[in-house]
């Protein structure tokens, strides 16, 4: 609010104690109502919404919100319901799945003669997998198997030794006595690389 309300009236208001104390009042209430004009009108878009407008979004779509869930994931799950309307094809399930998870946290394949729709995904939070199961469910056509792989998004490493080993033979052909010592020895190992 740019000027305080005390501004707009007659100078011969400025000094009197009630109508100073008046004109706080009534300035922080109209800085209240700013605010939650100013709300309202975020309220009418998913991104924007605040927490009680997200609650009653997820109410109309029949959504269950946990505790542990961010108030971001909770607005990328509604745009999502939004959003899955069809047609559908695989690219669409893929960019879908790329917004709610992340770009190549997913990958999306299908086997058109054994009708299977695999999703490949390194997902670590439960309820991002429980929407990305509804959100293939909706969409994937009813004559198609959905099969789920998981991937870790870990790295291997590879580490290379070269080592050897004298052996020593303990008997000749057709001279070896039954349990006295072994047919050979091995010597110590020796890194050579």
Not at 77 to 84: D, F
Request: charged share 20%.
């Amino acid at each position: 609010m740019p000027k305080p309300i005390l501004s707009y009236l007659p100078d011969y208001y400025q000094d009197i104690r009630d109508f100073e104390e008046l004109a706080e009042t009534e300035d922080a209430e109209l800085l209240l109502l700013a605010t939650a004009v100013n709300q309202l009108l975020d309220d009418q878009f998913v991104l924007t919404s605040g927490a009680a407008a997200v609650k009653r979004r997820e109410q109309m779509l029949e959504i269950q919100a946990e505790p542990s869930e961010t108030l971001e994931f909770r607005k990328r799950r509604i745009l999502n319901r939004y959003q899955t309307k069809p047609p559908f094809t695989i690219r669409y399930l893929q960019q879908q799945l790329d917004l709610l998870v992340g770009p190549g946290m997913t990958i999306v394949s299908v086997d058109s003669q054994n009708f299977l729709l695999t999703v490949t995904a390194n997902i670590e939070n439960a309820s991002v997998f429980r929407e990305v199961v509804y959100t293939v469910e909706l969409i994937k056509p009813a004559n198609m198997v959905y099969q789920q792989n998981t991937s870790l998004g870990s790295t291997i490493g590879l580490e290379e030794s070269i080592s050897k080993r004298g052996i020593t033979w303990n008997y000749a052909l057709g001279s070896w006595q039954l349990g006295q010592l072994p047919f050979s020895t091995l010597g110590p190992e020796e890194v050579i690389k």
